[in-house]
T-cell receptor
Framework: TQLLEQSPQFLSIQEGENLTVYCNSS?????LQWYRQEPGEGPVLLVT?????EVKKLKRLTFQFGDARKDSSLHITAAQPGDTGLYLC???????????FGKGTKLTVNP | GAGVSQSPSNKVTEKGKDVELRCDPI?????LYWYRQSLGQGLEFLIY??????PDKSGLPSDRFSAERTGGSVSTLTIQRTQQEDSAVYLC????WGRGHAGANVLTFGAGSRLTVL
């Protein structure tokens, strides 16, 4: 059983389009993070959200943490080829420092 | 060093052999994690070290897998009697709990060690 479900699994779009990817769970998380991974490299942290309902913006990326702290979304505006990569969400529960990851969304932005 | 260093970057071994994978975390980071990533998949948690506390080994898939962290710094992941299903990229990450992000651990990952078992 996957604790964090990410959707869609694959997404291929044209440059300039908008997109949203989702990270859902039936469990509550004390914090949730989004990472981006390129081939041959380790994941790189994009953002951490800790408060239910929190919205964070990072240039063209908007991250939202659900009110109940069970889900999160990542919205990209006007996608660019440089946004191509594997987007992973990761969460920690309660006082635990164990970080669990979803399976990721593989995004391809075509020029 | 400035980042997390993992070695070897690539390892090809024969089924039944033992392998050791090394991780040099960022100096001063108290937390160290090992994850496994199969081709194109997400990260599977293996083990977590935090300071001098007992490690969380709940993700180790079998007793063929073990890890140690010496002196609170370098960590070694050992896989005994390797099997073909052990083939994957093994990622190490280090971090400081709560640094810059209240209530969360900020992790820096290495580039991984790609293991291929023939």
């Amino acid at each position: 059983t996957q604790l964090l479900e990410q959707s869609p699994q694959f997404l291929s779009i044209q440059e300039g389009e908008n997109l949203t990817v989702y990270c859902n769970s039936s469990s509550v998380f004390s914090s949730l993070q989004w990472y981006r991974q390129e081939p041959g490299e380790g994941p790189v942290l994009l953002v951490t959200v800790v408060t239910g309902g929190e919205v964070k913006k990072l240039k063209r990326l908007t991250f939202q943490f659900g009110d109940a702290r069970k889900d999160s979304s990542l919205h990209i505006t006007a996608a660019q080829p440089g946004d191509t990569g594997l987007y992973l969400c990761a969460g920690a529960q309660g006082g635990s420092e164990k970080l669990v990851f979803g399976k990721g969304t593989k995004l391809t932005v075509n020029p | 060093g400035a980042g997390v260093s993992q070695s070897p970057s690539n390892k090809v071994t024969e089924k039944g052999k033992d392998v050791e994978l090394r991780c040099d975390p960022i100096s001063g980071h108290t937390a160290l994690y090992w994850y496994r990533q199969s081709l194109g998949q997400g990260l599977e948690f293996l083990i977590y070290f935090q300071g001098n506390s007992a490690p969380d080994k709940s993700g180790l898939p079998s007793d063929r897998f073990s890890a140690e962290r010496t002196g609170g710094s370098v960590s070694t992941l050992t896989i005994q009697r390797t099997q073909q299903e052990d083939s994957a990229v093994y990622l190490c990450a280090s971090g400081l709990w709560g640094r810059g992000h209240a209530g969360a651990n900020v992790l820096t990952f290495g580039a991984g060690s790609r293991l291929t078992v023939l």
